[in-house]
């Protein structure tokens, strides 16, 4: 399951909570992806994943490594440090 999280500086409460309430229903692993989106306040977005049966580490790294089409920004590389975050969202995580 993946839902909008709105902006890592402007929302961690939200996030926080999306990831608690995730996890009360029954979700194993939860995981905050944040992305540049320039019409969105702050221009930093994210978006919240969460699975019940699976861990979410690597999600889907093969496909996006084994790509058959060319882009013009989104690699491996990207898609990997989505899941970076910022230190004071892995503190309010915690």
Not at 65 to 84: M, S
């Amino acid at each position: 399951m993946v839902g909008q999280s709105e902006s890592p500086l402007f929302h961690p409460d939200l996030i926080v909570a999306m990831h608690k309430a995730m996890r009360a229903a029954g979700f194993k692993d939860t995981a905050t992806l944040q992305f540049h989106q320039v019409t969105y306040p702050s221009g930093w977005w994210s978006c919240t994943m969460a699975c019940k049966d699976a861990k979410l580490d690597g999600f889907r790294e093969k496909d996006v490594a084994g790509k058959e089409f060319a882009t013009r920004y989104y690699e491996c590389l990207i898609h990997n440090a989505a899941r970076a975050l910022p230190e004071f969202l892995v503190q309010a995580l915690r």
